[in-house]
């Protein structure tokens, strides 16, 4: 398996609050991605990173923002969560760009906003 | 929206058996790829398959690819209750983009 570790695996917390959650790799790969999972829509990319400080959006990135500061962690934050953002995260990475590469998954956080 | 859609959304079989899946998409792609769910964990890669191949197998997987028709089916042979499992494709589309766009999967069921 690949060195992916999320964390946390789960959490419960309040509408309003911030949230973090980080991915940690140990494969040294370029390309890391932020995934959510809900019922019926399969996985949606957040964001996604192709490098230390780069960084560009996926299709629902709103309420959502990421950081890399280091090769093997990257972090995605919710300012304000909101009830619509209770789902399963998923963080992935790939050697190269995920459309030309297979790419590897954590085991994901299960997030539950009050 | 999503750019590749699965067919049947659930498949419940006899071990042993075959299982079919079939993935539509919209757009011209760049390649296709197949993932494996187990409940609770992450997805786990199982086969890519370019816009210029018509088919490939890894061990008991064949995946084709109908370019035409926009279609791609993943069969799983002489299925083992460990295959139980949730089956997603993904797509990449001709520009440039680094992105994945995933399905909403087919949930395969293997009777012991």
């Known amino acids: 398996d690949a060195g992916i570790t999320q964390s946390p695996r789960h959490k419960v917390t309040e509408t309003g609050t911030p949230v973090t959650l980080r991915c940690h790799q140990t494969?040294?790969?370029?390309?890391m991605y932020w995934y959510r999972q809900d019922p019926g829509h399969g996985l949606r990319l957040i964001h996604y990173?192709?490098?230390?400080?780069?960084?560009d959006k996926g299709e629902v990135s709103d309420g959502y923002s990421v950081s890399r500061s280091k090769t093997e962690d990257f972090l995605l934050t919710l300012e304000s969560a909101t009830s619509s953002q209770t789902s399963v995260y998923f963080c992935?990475?790939?050697?190269?760009?995920?459309?030309?590469?297979?790419?590897?998954f954590g085991d994901g956080t299960r997030l539950s906003i009050l | 929206s999503q750019q590749g859609e699965e067919d049947p959304q659930a498949l419940s079989i006899q071990e042993g058996e075959n299982a079919t899946m079939n993935c539509s998409y919209k757009?011209?792609?760049?390649?296709l790829q197949w993932y494996r769910q187990n409940s609770g964990r992450g997805l786990v890669h199982l086969i890519l398959?370019?816009?210029?191949?018509r088919e490939k197998h890894s061990g008991r997987l064949r995946v084709t690819l109908d370019t035409s028709k926009k279609s791609s089916s993943l069969l799983i042979t002489a299925s083992r209750a460990a295959d139980t499992a949730s089956y997603f494709c993904?797509?990449?589309?001709?520009?440039?983009?680094?992105?994945?766009?995933f399905g909403s999967g087919t949930r395969l069921l293997v009777r012991p």
């Open positions: 992935a990475i790939s050697e190269e760009a995920g459309r030309t590469q297979p790419q590897h």
């Open positions: 494969e040294n790969h370029r390309y």
């Open positions: 990173s192709y490098g230390v400080k780069d960084t």
């Open positions: 757009t011209s792609i760049n390649n």
């Open positions: 398959i370019r816009s210029n191949e």
């Open positions: 993904a797509t990449s589309w001709m520009d440039s983009s680094y992105k994945l766009i």
